[in-house]
C-alpha cells in the first residue's frame, strides 16, 4: 500500500517517490508514497506535476494510488520521482472540506440533524440534510451562524485512533463512526475542537479562519426527509 503522506501533513506540497506499478495502457503510475490526494470521501483528486509530467487524475484501486500522467514517456518501475501538486487546487479543497465540516456541526449543534451525503467542488460544495421541512429562515441563520464559527479560528487537530477508542466516542458514534469495516483498526478524526469531530480521510486547513466565509446560494428540496444546501467559499 503506497504511504499517503497528506495524511499527516496536509500542506506538504512536493515529495519524492518510488515507481512500484506502471500502468502502461492506462498511463499510470502507482509510487511506494504520495503527497497526491485521490478521489474519495466527496473530495476530489488533486493534480499537479510527477516525473515532469502532468497528473491529470488520481485513483485507488485496491492497494495501488494510481497517478495518470500525461505529456511523456511513462517512468519504470524503481525509478525515482519528484512530485508537487497544484496547491491552488489543493488548498481551495482544503479550504471547503473544512467549511463542509464546519457546517456539519452548526446544523447537528442547531437542530440535531444528521448529514445524509455531499459533494464538494474547489470553493463550492452541496450538502444533504434529513430536514422535513427546512426550518424557516435556514439559509440566512446557517450562513451566519457558520461564518460566526470561521472567524472564531478553531483549531483543527488530526489524530489516529483505536478502532475500540473510535467506537467509544460519543461524538464519532454521532458520526456513525461504527459503519466503517471491522478490519480498520486505526481510524484517522479531524476534530475541529469544540464544534465538529468526523472520522475522516479528507486533507483539512489547520484553523477555521483560513477557510474564509460561506454563502448559501440555495436550498432545495431532494424529497421528503432529503434536503439540499449550496455553498461557495470566499475570501473572509
Ligand atoms: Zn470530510
Redesign the pocket.
Known amino acids: 500500500m503506497s504511504d499517503l503522506l497528506y495524511l499527516r501533513d496536509a500542506y506538504l506540497r512536493s515529495f519524492t517517490a518510488t515507481v512500484t506499478a506502471v500502468d502502461g495502457e492506462g498511463g499510470r503510475v502507482a509510487l511506494d508514497r504520495t503527497a497526491f490526494y485521490a478521489t474519495g470521501?466527496?473530495?476530489p483528486h488533486d493534480t499537479g506535476s510527477l516525473a515532469g509530467m502532468r497528473v491529470t487524475e488520481v485513483r485507488k484501486e485496491g492497494d495501488h494510488v494510481w497517478h495518470a500522467l500525461e505529456g511523456g514517456p511513462l517512468p519504470a518501475v524503481g525509478d525515482e520521482v519528484a512530485g508537487e501538486i497544484d496547491w491552488d487546487r489543493r488548498h481551495a479543497l482544503m479550504r471547503t472540506?473544512t467549511a463542509?465540516?464546519v457546517l456539519c456541526g452548526v446544523i447537528w449543534n442547531e437542530w440535531g440533524t444528521a448529514v445524509t451525503g455531499?459533494n464538494m467542488e474547489p470553493l463550492s460544495a452541496r450538502m444533504d440534510f434529513e430536514f422535513d421541512p427546512l426550518p424557516e429562515g435556514f439559509g440566512a441563520t446557517v450562513e451566519q451562524r457558520v461564518n460566526e464559527e470561521l472567524a472564531a479560528a478553531r483549531p483543527i487537530e488530526v489524530s489516529f485512533l483505536p478502532r475500540a477508542t473510535a467506537v467509544a466516542d460519543d461524538d464519532l458514534i454521532r458520526t456513525k463512526v461504527n459503519l466503517i469495516p471491522e478490519n480498520v483498526s486505526e481510524i484517522r478524526v479531524?476534530d475541529i475542537v469544540g464544534l465538529d469531530k468526523?472520522a475522516?480521510?479528507?486533507t483539512?486547513v489547520a484553523s477555521t479562519d483560513e477557510v474564509g466565509r460561506i454563502r448559501v446560494l440555495k436550498t432545495e428540496s431532494k424529497g421528503k426527509g432529503n434536503k439540499r444546501i449550496r455553498i461557495e467559499v470566499v475570501d473572509g
Open positions: 470521501g466527496g473530495q472540506h463542509l465540516h455531499g479531524v468526523q475522516d480521510g479528507g483539512h
